[in-house]
């Protein structure tokens, strides 16, 4: 499902947020990525989505070598994923049921299918009796949630978050890992970046660490 083999990712001024880091994700699988602010949780989640090339090495997702993507083939690619990261990206001026809207209309899905999907995504979430919300006017476990519906709105075979939890008191935080792991119950590959070990203590999924750019894949349960 995703592989990545001896990557580097090197930025300009010669930092490098990973380091020959190898770490294969199978189907269906639920992991969380621990480790300290820096240590290049972001930068992974960010080459399997294409929004970063790595420097030397590999990154495969679902068979496709994506450092090998031309920029035209990126959105095919993201098509199969749910994106969760720490700035929102929340459309202010658009309401909640708009916000969730937009993946499905920039695909080009049928109008009333969509609707249909986007009310399913709320109510997945317990937003749907705010569909017609502003987001401004929304708690940020609320936002959060928001997010996760937008996220999952296409049913994507690959959901990729960023600490998640990362600004929500520990009843919001708890709320949200349970969503992350009804979405991997239906078939779902979750991964989930984050520094909480809580939450990766109740939800016992498989643990890689991340350390300093160096990823340690060996660990099972947190």
């Given at each position: 499902?995703?592989?990545?083999?001896?990557?580097?990712?090197?930025?300009?001024?010669?930092?490098?947020?990973?380091?020959?880091?190898?770490?294969?994700?199978?189907?269906?699988?639920?992991?969380?990525?621990?480790?300290?602010?820096?240590?290049?949780?972001?930068?992974?989640l960010k080459l399997i989505a294409a929004i970063e090339r790595p420097t030397r090495g590999s990154v495969v997702v679902r068979?496709?070598?994506?450092?090998?993507?031309?920029?035209?083939?990126?959105?095919?690619?993201?098509?199969?994923?749910?994106?969760?990261?720490?700035?929102?990206?929340?459309?202010?001026?658009?309401?909640?049921?708009?916000?969730?809207?937009?993946?499905?209309?920039?695909?080009?899905?049928?109008?009333?299918e969509a609707a249909r999907r986007v009310r399913a995504a709320l109510d997945k979430v317990g937003l749907l009796e705010r569909?017609?919300?502003?987001?401004?006017?929304?708690?940020?476990?609320?936002?959060?949630?928001?997010?996760?519906?937008?996220?999952?709105?296409?049913?994507?075979?690959?959901?990729?978050?960023?600490?998640?939890?990362?600004?929500?008191?520990?009843?919001?935080?708890?709320?949200?890992?349970?969503?992350?792991?009804?979405?991997?119950?239906?078939?779902?590959?979750?991964?989930?970046?984050?520094?909480?070990?809580?939450?990766?203590?109740?939800?016992?999924?498989?643990?890689?660490?991340?350390?300093?750019?160096?990823?340690?894949?060996?660990?099972?349960?947190?």
């Amino acid at each position: 499902m995703i592989e990545l083999s001896g990557v580097t990712k090197r930025y300009p001024g010669g930092h490098e947020a990973l380091k020959d880091a190898s770490l294969a994700i199978a189907e269906g699988e639920m992991v969380f990525l621990m480790g300290h602010s820096g240590a290049g949780k972001t930068t992974l989640l960010k080459l399997i989505a294409a929004i970063e090339r790595p420097t030397r090495g590999s990154v495969v997702v679902r068979g496709q070598n994506v450092d090998r993507l031309r920029a035209r083939a990126i959105p095919f690619l993201r098509r199969n994923l749910g994106l969760v990261f720490q700035d929102h990206k929340l459309l202010f001026d658009r309401n909640v049921f708009e916000n969730v809207m937009l993946p499905l209309e920039i695909i080009g899905y049928d109008r009333r299918e969509a609707a249909r999907r986007v009310r399913a995504a709320l109510d997945k979430v317990g937003l749907l009796e705010r569909e017609k919300a502003m987001p401004i006017t929304m708690s940020g476990g609320e936002q959060q949630r928001l997010c996760i519906a937008r996220a999952v709105v296409h049913r994507p075979a690959i959901l990729l978050a960023d600490e998640p939890t990362g600004n929500l008191d520990p009843a919001y935080a708890a709320e949200i890992g349970e969503l992350f792991r009804a979405f991997n119950q239906v078939g779902a590959t979750v991964m989930i970046a984050t520094h909480d070990v809580q939450l990766a203590e109740r939800l016992a999924p498989r643990v890689v660490t991340v350390a300093s750019g160096r990823v340690d894949a060996s660990v099972a349960q947190p």
